[in-house]
């Protein structure tokens, strides 16, 4: 792992134990059907507390990444790329994760997510979609 | 702009100004720090710790708070304080929220401080603290996504994607800053730097270099607020609050997330500019919060210095050198001064319009802009215009 073990919240729970199965999942808020990353009990649109689970393929493109080259987390290796990804799924929704590109990360491309077990946490690092 | 506001403009002052030194170990307490600048901003406007009737400070765990510094320096009677949570983006609120209780008579003499031992005890950028509250971090935090530094380069590189915005741009503005610095007595950073030497600085979080980061400091800096009547008693020369503006904006959590190259002052300077009655060609100086290069960069797109994306050669044109158009923390910024979580460039502000800023002094300068954190952290910042009485 290249940083901090996740700590869910109450909001959070599910979605991390669906990322562990290998499910990246979104909310689709049931008032008005505007779909939300990350996990939160209410709807920033309508405010609406109605909403289920959708199972979405983990894609997006590359909005910006930066190269750690000092270690930040005490004990990682550097340097390490971690990449910001706008979600197909959400457009308001960025995910972050670490890439494992092989190399430097474009502007704007299509990206995947590839899920990574480390120890009994599962967590989403990005590949180029190819 | 909200329909009922107070007549504000100019009805408070900013009366003092006091400094601890900065230093990479002070060696005392941060309630220490806090009283020390406390008093030195009272003897600086002409007050004893008597007159006090307000204190306010902004932390996020790491200072002291009212509750402490008041029975430190034995004052009584406090009818108004403000203990902040917050970073950055609330260091001008602060100031706001003080020149408020002050116009509404909650409190006549207010303090406003900040006291932190960032490079001794508390490195914001560092690693070895706790994480920040926030539900956003189980998202980052896994993937060594944790610290500011990190952040800002990311959205940093988002410019530069967008825009063509250039290492050099960056290097422009931190040469620049350091040369204001070389002037200022009070710089941690004096020794004059070149583009080259800003480009040949160490990595960080790439695209940032180590110039293009803050210096992490330990010190204090303190402002006395009252109203702008009775500041013109006192021993200095009144610095009229014009306009104090701040809240939330343009997002950039993962949840709501707009266009991470515009931030929350691109909502709040209209606001602010109505305010006092100004708009960006009535500022004389500015002094914009530095935690990084690029958060000036996009402040000056944002504040209306410059159109959207233009941030990059505007500094590189020379316009925000002291001798330029629109002089930029001409105390050498986050960067070169020193770091005092918003509260030192109010500060410097202050001693400009004062015409007391000696060898990087900016003839003539009646209308400063100050600004907090612009919001890529969290969604809100705060700023202020001052105005020569
Ligand atoms: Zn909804």
Redesign the interface.
């Known amino acids: 792992?290249?940083?901090?073990?996740?700590?869910?919240?109450r909001?959070?729970r599910e979605w991390w134990e669906r990322i562990a199965r290998h499910e990246f999942a979104v909310q689709r808020c049931a008032g008005c059907g505007v779909d939300?990353?990350?996990a939160?009990a209410f709807c920033?649109a309508c405010r609406g507390e109605e909403w289920r689970w959708r199972a979405v393929e983990p894609e997006g493109r590359v909005?910006?990444?930066?190269?750690?080259?000092?270690?930040?987390?005490?004990g990682?290796a550097v340097p390490?790329v971690?990449v910001?990804v706008?979600l197909s799924a959400v457009p308001?929704?960025?995910?972050?994760?670490?890439w494992r590109g092989g190399r430097e990360p474009r502007?704007g491309e299509r990206v995947r997510g590839v899920y990574r077990e480390?120890g009994d946490?599962t967590?989403v690092?990005w590949e180029p979609a190819g | 702009m909200p329909k009922r506001l107070l007549d504000f403009r100019d009805a408070t002052a900013i009366a003092g100004v006091g400094y601890t030194p900065f230093s990479k170990n002070s060696g005392v307490s941060t309630l220490t720090l806090a009283c020390r600048a406390v008093l030195a901003a009272l003897d600086d406007a002409g007050l004893s710790a008597a007159d006090v009737d307000g204190l306010a400070t902004h932390r996020v765990g790491d200072s002291a708070p009212p509750t402490l510094v008041g029975p430190a320096l034995g004052l009584t009677g406090l009818s108004w304080h403000l203990d902040q949570f917050g970073g950055g983006s609330v260091s001008h609120a602060v100031v706001g929220q003080a020149a408020l209780a002050v116009a509404a008579g909650m409190a006549e003499t207010v303090v406003c401080y900040r006291a932190i031992n960032a490079r001794s005890e508390f490195r914001m950028g560092g690693t070895g603290r706790g994480l920040p509250v926030s539900p956003e971090v189980q998202y980052q935090a896994p993937y060594g996504y944790v610290a500011p530094p990190q952040q800002y380069a990311m959205y940093a590189r988002a410019h530069m994607l967008r825009y063509g915005t250039t290492a050099e741009h960056f290097g422009a503005l931190a040469v620049t800053q350091r040369a204001n610095a070389v002037k200022n007595p009070r710089a941690l950073m004096r020794t004059p730097i070149t583009l080259e030497d800003y480009l040949a600085s160490r990595w960080i979080a790439e695209p940032f270099r180590l110039l293009d980061c803050c210096l992490e400091t330990d010190g204090a800096c303190a402002v006395v607020v009252t109203t702008a009547e009775r500041a013109r008693a006192l021993r200095r020369p009144p610095v009229l609050i014009s306009a104090a503006a701040w809240g939330g904006g343009q997002s950039h959590l993962s949840g709501a997330a707009g266009d991470p190259t515009v931030t929350a002052a691109a909502e709040l300077a209209p606001r602010l500019y109505a305010q006092a009655g100004l708009g960006p060609a009535d500022v004389d100086v500015a002094e914009i919060y530095d935690c990084f290069t690029y958060s000036v960069v996009v402040q000056l797109e944002d504040y209306g210095f410059c159109p959207k994306g233009e941030g990059g050669p505007y500094v590189a044109s020379g316009a925000t050198a002291l001798d330029g158009p629109l002089p930029v923390n001409t105390h050498g910024g986050f960067l070169s001064e020193g770091y005092v979580h918003g509260v030192n460039h109010i500060a410097e502000a202050v001693s400009q319009l004062r015409g007391e800023a000696g060898d990087r002094q900016v003839p003539g300068a009646e209308v400063a802009l100050s600004t907090a954190q612009p919001g890529y952290v969290l969604p809100a910042t705060s700023a202020l215009i001052l105005r020569r009485a």
């Open positions: 792992m290249a940083g901090h073990r996740p700590e869910p919240d909001d959070s939300r990353f990350p939160r920033p909005e910006s990444w930066i190269v750690a080259r000092q270690p930040f987390v005490p990682v390490y971690v910001m706008r308001d929704g960025l995910a972050y994760g670490n502007a480390e946490v967590l690092d």
